[in-house]
């Protein structure tokens, strides 16, 4: 039985489950690009770009642009979902680029109304249908947080709270699909640590891949990139400049612009890059064709450079954006 760090809960309960804590396996980390890593081996074997494409919020007649230009400019990781409704467009756009399925990685996410272990597969299905492609390399639980069927009568989600609490079901319906090379690698999204070490306490037949959390200049989360770090998990930064509201506060950071001037980088550059050295996946999402190419443009930075960020980063109380907690009535993070 699966044993949340807290238990998920309804707002206003105080469901208490055990913790049970394991370890993990270390890192492997692979050539460089920039005095960076270009892509780190996950426990499968399997190689994941350092730096993806994230297609979150791109909107359909973009998108495909977008990823053209991307792969074309060198990118091989696209991040998308299901949730994200632009799938088919991504897929279109990734075979016209006439780059072999094998050299890119796609990434794509178990949206929370496909919980039930045999709702899994066919939710799979439907993303492998739209992108145009026979298996994903990365399949994520992308909200630790299940819906039930039915809605309010106002339309909201009801989550599920045993689900939501024990995804242990979830994840062995994850597993079967690794089973039949439809998927080559799992793993959850917004997993805080000792969450993630719970899920491991159960009889896994295949470890978590990843950890794909928000991760910027304001919601630095040092402590878990430390803990990772530690522990062998590897962990993807979405939102990695900001939301999209923080975007330009993050690049007019004192700190960061004098880095970048130093370098001669654009500041973009340097947070990616910082991101990269923190042993971090970075997800960058543009539809602006220059910007996508500056993005994928990391160098290593001096080790004092690289602590100048660091330190104005953790300097300041952290701001996490992303939280949907309010409107799915689920203390999400418990933070």
Not at 53 to 76: F, I, S
Not at 164 to 176: C, G
Not at 199 to 216: C, D, F, G, S
Not at 263 to 275: D, F, K, N, R
């Amino acid at each position: 039985m699966y044993a949340a760090v807290s238990g998920f809960r309804a707002t206003g309960l105080g469901r208490i489950l055990r913790t049970h804590c394991t370890g993990f396996k270390s890192i492997s980390t692979a050539a460089t690009r920039g005095g960076l890593p270009n892509h780190y081996t996950l426990p499968s074997g399997d190689k994941i770009p350092s730096v993806a494409l994230g297609v979150w919020q791109a909107a359909k007649g973009e998108v495909g642009a977008a990823v053209k230009t991307a792969l074309n400019a060198g990118y091989r990781h696209i991040d998308g979902a299901w949730i994200y409704g632009n799938e088919a467009e991504v897929g279109a756009a990734i075979k016209e680029t006439g780059i072999s399925r094998e050299e890119i990685f796609i990434t794509s996410k178990l949206w929370n109304s496909f919980h039930q272990p045999d709702d899994v597969a066919p939710a799979l299905e439907e993303s492998l249908k739209r992108l145009g492609t026979d298996y994903l390399d990365l399949y994520l639980i992308h909200w630790p947080v299940a819906f039930k069927k039915e809605t309010t009568s106002d339309g909201k989600p009801i989550a599920d709270l045993d689900l939501t609490n024990d995804p242990y079901p979830t994840w062995k319906a994850l597993e079967k699909l690794v089973d039949s090379g439809k998927v080559k690698n799992i793993g959850p999204i917004n997993s805080m640590s000792c969450r993630l070490q719970n899920l491991t306490a159960n009889n896994l037949k295949h470890q978590p891949a990843v950890n794909q959390v928000e991760l910027n200049f304001w919601n630095p989360q040092q402590d878990l990139v430390s803990w990772a770090g530690k522990n062998g998990v590897l962990l993807e930064a979405y939102s990695p400049l900001g939301s999209t509201q923080q975007v330009k506060e993050t690049l007019s950071v004192p700190e960061i612009k004098a880095v970048a001037k130093e370098l001669g980088i654009t500041p973009a550059q340097a947070v990616i890059s910082w991101h990269v050295q923190r042993g971090t996946i970075v997800l960058p999402k543009s539809v602006t064709p220059s910007r996508v190419e500056e993005n994928f443009k990391v160098v290593k930075l001096p080790q004092e450079s690289f602590d100048a960020i660091e330190k104005a980063a953790t300097a300041h109380p952290p701001k996490r954006v992303v939280d949907p907690s309010k409107n799915w009535g689920v203390d999400v993070f418990e933070d």
